[in-house]
């Protein structure tokens, strides 16, 4: 029982500290120059820009909006996490909107502005993932999208991040376009090599007596795929089952601990997986590296 408080714990900090971090880098770096990074952030620069509204009540509205959205076509249960991330996100951009007033930040080179937005917003954004969240936005309306048309999540995610920097640029100029790209190159680098390696998926193999258990669990909650493999152990030659399944970065570490809570005893190994064509669910591999 304390364990499992300990790793709550553990993980609300992380989401706590990724959320805030997240929102500084947005408030100090792309507010006052204009950076549009993709996602309902990126619209709220543009409508920063266009109309003089500020950031967080652009940002406040269209979570609003995504989230009754997104509860009347999916339904609460599958966008809790994001809908917790809109929330907290909007909440902490609005309370540090002022924070460069306070800091006095600033950097001449656009060069640095991009590298430091591209650490700082890759730490963030793996803090939060490895909480098992996200920070709603874009990640609501594909799944709306993925939904109402069938599209892959990834593809849906694209797609409305190519139509904002695409709108962002006419508007903006093409150098924004230009810092945006470099900048979430950066991110992604950041937060492929950060979650535990730079693939895209993870391949899992699970020996347990609790195999049932976990399987539905992979299928049920995690929404992937999963083979279960007659084996022969090479020492005592006793027979028995592995679970073989292939799932999101992100949610690899969900998986792990949830496995480790049905049994404390269960043979885990994990391999990176560079590519992954067919199976159940493919739709859901990968989401981070197709913010934009």
Do not use: W
Request: net charge positive.
């Amino acid at each position: 029982m304390e364990k499992k408080l300990t790793k709550k714990i553990m993980k609300l900090f992380l989401f706590t500290l990724g959320i805030i971090l997240i929102s500084l880098t947005f408030n100090i770096f792309c507010v006052p120059n204009n950076y549009v990074i993709g996602g309902l952030s990126g619209i709220t620069i543009i409508f920063k820009y266009l109309f003089n509204i500020e950031v967080s009540t652009t940002l406040l509205i269209g979570n609003i909006l995504l989230v009754i959205i997104g509860i009347l076509v999916l339904g609460i249960k599958d966008i809790i996490p994001s809908v917790i991330g809109s929330i907290a996100y909007t909440l902490v951009v609005f309370l540090t909107q002022d924070i460069n007033n306070v800091l006095n930040i600033h950097m001449d080179s656009v060069f640095l502005n991009v590298v430091a937005m591209g650490i700082l917003f890759g730490i963030g954004y793996t803090l939060v993932y490895l909480a098992g969240y996200t920070t709603g936005g874009s990640d609501i309306l594909g799944l709306i999208f993925k939904e109402k048309f069938g599209l892959p999540l990834g593809k849906s995610i694209l797609i409305i991040n190519i139509i904002i920097l695409g709108v962002a640029t006419f508007v903006l100029g093409f150098e924004m376009l230009v810092i945006s790209l470099i900048e979430k190159y950066i991110e992604k680098k950041v937060i492929d090599s950060a979650l535990l390696g730079i693939s895209d998926s993870k391949v899992i193999f699970i020996r347990s007596k609790k195999i049932k258990e976990i399987n539905e669990y992979i299928i049920n909650e995690i929404k992937s795929g999963a083979s279960i493999l007659k084996i022969t152990s090479g020492y005592k030659h006793e027979e028995g089952e592995m679970i073989m399944c292939v799932v999101p970065t992100e949610k690899y570490i969900k998986l792990k601990d949830k496995i480790i809570s049905i049994d404390e005893q269960a043979f885990i190994t994990i391999l990176d997986a560079y590519e992954v064509y067919g199976g159940t669910n493919r739709y859901k591999l990968p989401l981070h590296d197709l913010r934009i």
